[in-house]
């Protein structure tokens, strides 16, 4: 069973306006983590925002806000006037239980593409 | 602070032959250390993870093995590539909550 799903292959979003990537996981471990990665095309991978399962606030970074919805298993990315450089891919991920020697399992992506 | 070094960025190979790709983490101490791999348009799939020097745990059978031969350094090795090898590798390291990627080497089998 996929531990992270991903449904938008692609999403296009105007410059300027804010988009939602949705992202749901799956675990029944109560400890655990969420992230969100992006992807430019040259590879590297960008860390962008983080959430732990005990937090109670939701996370935010910027323009970078995380919507976590705990009871609905759902850790969904909003970023706040996009920017053309946004375009990308993105990538949520989650890690279970402990820090020590704990591993992401990623989501398959959604490649955003911000228009001018 | 904390930088991780990958390479080679690419490398194209042929099938049958080896392969030795080298990553290493400077700034910090007993790192877990992660090799990823990525298809083209897909997520990363985790391959190999270490807690530690000589430690290495196996997330999937395949061509390929790992080794931690330093504290700060991991490498990803196979005796004899296939096709279907190809694809965009990823290291890591972690400590605590974070986690740090490579730049990557882009790997083609012809």
């Known amino acids: 069973a996929q531990k992270i799903t991903q449904t938008q292959p692609g999403m296009f979003v105007q410059e300027k306006e804010a988009v939602t990537l949705d992202c749901t996981y799956d675990t029944s471990d109560p400890s655990y983590g969420l992230f969100w990665y992006k992807q430019p095309s040259s590879g590297e991978m960008i860390f962008l925002i983080y959430q732990g399962s005990y937090d109670q606030q939701n996370a935010t970074e910027g323009r970078y806000s995380l919507n976590f919805q705990k009871a609905r298993k759902s850790a969904n990315l909003v970023i706040s006037a996009s920017q053309l450089g946004d375009s990308a891919m993105y990538f949520c991920a989650m890690r279970e239980g402990g820090t020590s020697g704990s591993r992401l399992t990623f989501g398959e992506g959604t490649q955003l593409t911000v228009n001018p | 602070s904390q930088t991780i070094h990958q390479w080679p960025a690419t490398l194209v190979q042929p099938v049958g032959s080896p392969l030795s790709l080298e990553c290493t983490v400077e700034g910090t101490s007993n790192p877990n250390l992660y090799w990823y791999r990525q298809a083209a348009g897909r997520g990363l799939q985790l391959l190999f993870y270490?807690?530690?020097?000589?430690?290495i745990s196996s997330e999937v059978p395949q061509n390929l093995s790992a080794s931690r031969p330093q504290d700060r350094q991991f490498i990803l090795s196979s005796k004899k590539l296939l096709l279907s090898d190809s694809g965009f590798y990823l290291c890591?390291?972690?400590?605590?909550?974070?986690?740090?990627f490579g730049s990557g080497t882009r790997l083609t089998v012809v």
């Open positions: 890591a390291w972690s400590l605590n909550e974070g986690y740090t």
């Open positions: 270490s807690v530690g020097i000589g430690q």
